[in-house]
C-alpha cells in the first residue's frame, strides 16, 4: 500500500531529523571530546591549567590581575594588561571597550555612577597611574596633568568661524582648575556635569600639551585588548616594570631582566604578532628564584 504524499514527507523527514541528530547531536561531540583526550591535547582541552605547589594559580590563555585584597597593584609582580572583560579577565564577558579615537569626550554627571569616560581619558588616567607606580614620566600628549584627556569645546561667534565667544574644559567639572587658563584670549571654564556642550555647538579641540612626542608608558600598559583575555604584555612594558621588581625584592635589575628575557617568546613564526612575554609564569619564576618575606 502506497503512502499518502504528505504522510511520506513527513516520514522522509523524521528519518533525518534522527540520523543528523545521531551525527550531529552525539557522534560529533563525542568525537570532539575524544580528540581533546589524546595525549598532548587534554591540557589545552582542559584550559591549559597552571599549577603551583600543587594548587592551580590560573590560565597559561587568560590574564589575571596582580592586586591586593583592595584592588591595588602588587609592587613586586609583573602587572599585566588592562582588560575590559566584565571586572577584568572574566572569560564569560570577553570583551572589548568599543571604543574608539573619536572617543575624546567623557560623559560627566552629579552622580559619578552615572558618569563614563572617554578612551582618551581612560588611557590618560592609566598611563599617569603606571608611571606613579614605576617611578617613570606618565604624560601623554592631549592628557592632563590631573589624568583626563585635554579637550576643549571651543564656542565661536558664528558657528564654525568667527572669533571665540566661550571655552570650556569638557572633562574636568568644577570645582577643578582647568588644564588652560585661556584659549586665544578667552578664560577657560571647567565644565557643568550634565551638559552637553559639543550638542550646544562647541567644537571638540584636544591639546597637545608638551609631553614627549614618545612616551616613557607604553601602548599596551593602557590600553584593553580586543578579548580583554590577553595573558602577554610587550616587552617595552615588561622593561618598564623591572626596576621596581628588582627593588621590591633586593635583587640586581640585571637577574630581573635575564629572566624576563626567558620567559619572552618571539614572533609566531618568526614574522606573526610581536615579541610577547607570559606575565603569570615570570611572576611564578619570580616567587621561586627571588622570594619575598
Known sequence: MRLPT??????????????????????YPLALVAVGRLPGLADRADGSLVEADGRRVGSALIGQSFT?????????YFQSRPSAAGAGYDPTATAASNLGPESV??????????????????????????????????????????GVGAVLAVFRRDGLTGPVTRVVS?????PATPFLASYQGVPVEPARPGEDHVAAGGLVTPIRGDAPERPAVPADAVTA????????????YADLQVARVAR????????????????????????????????????????ERFPTR
Not at 255 to 283: H, Q, W
Open 6 to 27: 504528505w504522510l511520506a514527507q513527513h516520514l522522509a523527514a523524521l528519518r533525518a531529523l534522527l540520523v543528523f541528530t545521531v551525527l550531529l547531536g552525539l557522534a
Open 68 to 76: 591586593d585584597a583592595d584592588g591595588n597593584p602588587v609592587p613586586r
Open 105 to 146: 569626550v567623557d560623559t560627566l554627571a552629579t552622580d559619578p555612577a552615572s558618569a563614563t569616560l572617554s578612551l582618551l581619558s581612560q588611557v590618560c588616567a592609566r598611563s599617569r597611574a603606571v608611571g606613579e607606580f614605576n617611578g617613570v614620566d606618565g604624560r601623554r600628549p592631549y592628557c592632563t596633568d590631573d
Open 170 to 174: 569638557v572633562n574636568q567639572a568644577a
Open 225 to 236: 585588548s580586543g578579548s580583554g583575555l590577553d595573558p602577554h604584555i610587550s616587552p617595552a
Open 248 to 287: 621590591e625584592r633586593g635583587v640586581d635589575p640585571a637577574r630581573i631582566r635575564d629572566l624576563v628575557a626567558t620567559y619572552t617568546a618571539g614572533r609566531g613564526l618568526g614574522f606573526l604578532g610581536s615579541p610577547r612575554v607570559d606575565v603569570l609564569a615570570l611572576n611564578l619564576a619570580l616567587d
